[in-house]
């Protein structure tokens, strides 16, 4: 049974992001906002044929190192918050649908596109200080210093700078996933008692 409900149904997992201004989470500001619409289009296209839905939606928001630690995981949430609503309101989606994260500063993609940037001064040590310094260090209970701190000052601002232009802007952003089911639900079986069997329901 759960065979032929898998050749029946099938998932498929679409992906958007959306990328902001320094300091900004409205949605009218994103670079890519065409890019936004038609991803809204396609869901909304998706919601309305007869051998598909829309199951779940993630946003997820991000930010940039730079600015306040505290602002920015105002600001990722912002943003998730912002672009989960755009999207409800062009694809005409329900809120039950929809889940919103604000993650802060995208500590892991920056450590992971700064390993691929050739062209990065000091790339080795920009990694040290990404792989190896926490976020926070502290002392009798105080904030001594941090990664943000020992990234900023290393080798006088000049690895700082080449991040902030080239792998910052793609950390200011919202991450949107959605999981469609595509094809016919499977039919409604019943045991041979007359109650429904477990492997059908799981099916559905």
């Known amino acids: ?27 009218a500001y994103a670079s890519n906002l065409g890019e936004l619409d038609r991803f809204a289009d396609r869901l909304r296209t998706i919601c309305a044929a007869d051998d598909a839905r829309v199951s779940r ?17 105002r600001l990722s ?7 989960a609503r755009y999207l409800a309101d062009r694809a005409a989606l329900g809120s039950s649908l929809l889940c919103i994260s604000g993650h802060g500063i995208d500590w892991e993609r920056l450590e992971a596109s700064a390993s691929l940037e050739t062209d990065l001064p000091h790339r080795e040590a920009v990694l040290d200080v990404l792989r190896n310094t926490p ?12 990664r943000m701190r020992q990234l900023g000052m290393l080798y006088g601002g000049v690895p700082y700078n080449y991040l902030y232009e080239h792998l910052f802007p793609a950390l200011r952003r919202a991450d949107v996933c959605a999981v469609v089911s595509v094809g016919t639900p499977p039919p409604r079986l019943r045991c041979r008692t007359g109650v429904r069997c477990a492997a059908a329901a799981d099916a559905r």
């Open 135 to 146: 976020v926070w260090i502290f002392r009798e209970g105080r904030v001594i210093d941090g």
């Open 57 to 73: 939606i993630t946003v997820d928001g991000w930010a940039s190192p730079d600015g306040v630690s505290v602002e920015n995981g």
């Open 1 to 27: 049974m759960q065979t032929v409900a898998a050749q029946q149904m099938r998932c498929d997992t679409l992906r958007a992001s959306v990328y902001f201004p320094r300091g900004f989470s409205s949605v």
């Open 77 to 83: 949430e912002n943003r998730a918050r912002n672009t």
